[in-house]
């Protein structure tokens, strides 16, 4: 087993694109087989004759309250969606798959104990989460001691996977998406020149911005301005001063939870820079908080939800219908995430424990709602980006998947 190496403290979319790319990838969609062939359930999923057996429990942390609530509500939904279409369809070989959600509150101590609450109950068979990687690295050392899976969707600090032979994430990685902003969005796409960072101080955030500083480096990029500021700030009066004297061509904010509050602020000082998000993607709650201060706000997804796909628009208006918001790329990890466990676990049979369910999750490779989805060797995977930018209200593609290899 790999050795922990930080402790307690611690799909793709069918659609044309237009703008920067024209380009068109074909994949399967697990939501449209749901409503095509719920009467014919795939050889993993479906129930064997006369089969009558225990459920398969799996433990779920998620910040269902705090400020992270909306990505805990985002799992709650599509994971929920996720798992009535796998029992609809017979189960797990004949078994109902059942989610105990417990609510870490985005905290990681919460979100520690949570995890030896399932990992020493042996009715669970993995745990799923957390949403965010200081969370999911607070837990892993407890899966990791027990034994048992820490399955995050939404994790994506390079350091997580690598934590232990258990812990597994299917969210683009910090490296990739940090690299992606600063070499194709703002140096390539933007144009800028000279760039004012604003990032959250949590693991993923400095993470990110290391990246992504690194990154805008080495493509010839001056930072001007470089602030971190604790998760939860809600006054940024002064670092928008101290940025905006600093004259950059380019606003790059990297956050979580504080991205509206800081855009409102920005264009309520009256200082309108171009801004490019890492992070949130094309969450609707940014549009709705910030109205027309996010007109012309740029992002990155590594999933889009559009009209031109019908599955990939089946999957959104009904996760929409039930959670009253639109999902972003991380309510498409996390109906995934139940697929993939499900799938891996249907593969053992009967003989389910949790280190086969360790061993069959490593063999993943198949497609699914977001992508193809193949762990690495330490357990992660890597994304393709799109350029997102809001405009009249809404989040429309400006750049394929195939921008950066123009």
Do not use: H
């Amino acid at each position: 087993m790999k050795r922990i190496i930080a402790v307690l403290l611690a799909v793709v979319m069918v659609f044309s694109l237009t703008a920067c790319s024209g380009g068109k990838a074909e994949t399967k969609n697990r939501s449209e087989e749901k409503t095509e062939e719920t009467e014919t359930p795939s050889k993993e999923t479906k129930k064997a004759d006369g089969a009558s057996e225990e459920p398969i429990y799996v433990g779920v942390l998620a910040p269902l309250t705090g400020t992270m609530a909306e990505y805990g509500k985002t799992y709650e939904v599509a994971m929920t969606m996720a798992m009535e279409e796998i029992n609809a369809a017979g189960g797990i070989n004949g078994r109902e798959l059942v989610l105990d959600f417990a609510d870490s509150k985005g905290e990681q101590n919460e979100s520690a104990d949570l995890a030896a609450s399932f990992a020493e109950n042996d009715k669970y068979a993995a745990v799923l989460g957390d949403f965010s990687s200081g969370c999911a690295m607070a837990a892993a050392p407890i899966c990791d001691e027990a034994g048992i899976v820490l399955f995050s969707p939404t994790a994506s600090n390079v350091d997580f996977a690598p934590m232990s032979d258990y812990c597994f994430q299917i969210a683009g990685r910090t490296d990739g998406e940090g690299i992606y902003a600063a070499e194709y969005i703002v140096g390539k796409y933007v144009g800028a020149k000279n760039i004012a960072i604003f990032s959250m101080n949590t693991d993923w955030g400095v993470s990110t911005r290391d990246y992504f500083a690194e990154a805008s480096k080495d493509a010839g990029l001056n930072v001007v301005f470089d602030e971190a500021y604790a998760e939860g700030e809600s006054d940024f009066s002064s670092l928008i001063t101290k940025a905006e004297a600093s004259e950059p061509d380019c606003v790059v904010i990297i956050d979580q939870s504080s991205t509206s509050n800081l855009i409102n602020q920005i264009r309520g000082y009256g200082w309108d820079c171009q801004i490019v998000m890492v992070g949130p993607s094309t969450s609707q709650q940014i549009i709705e908080l910030c109205a027309d201060n996010s007109e012309g706000v740029l992002t990155t997804a590594s999933v889009f939800y559009s009209e031109e796909d019908p599955q990939a628009w089946a999957f959104a208006q009904e996760f929409a219908e039930r959670a009253k918001f639109q999902p972003t790329v991380m309510a498409g990890y996390a109906y995934d995430s139940i697929y993939v466990l499900a799938d891996a676990i249907a593969r053992l049979g009967d003989d389910i424990t949790r280190d086969g369910i360790r061993g069959s999750l490593a063999k993943t490779d198949d497609t699914y709602l977001t992508g193809p989805i193949k762990f690495s060797e330490v357990g992660d995977i890597s994304r393709s980006y799109l350029i997102c930018e809001v405009s009249e209200g809404e989040y429309v593609v400006r750049c394929g998947y195939d921008y950066a290899e123009e």
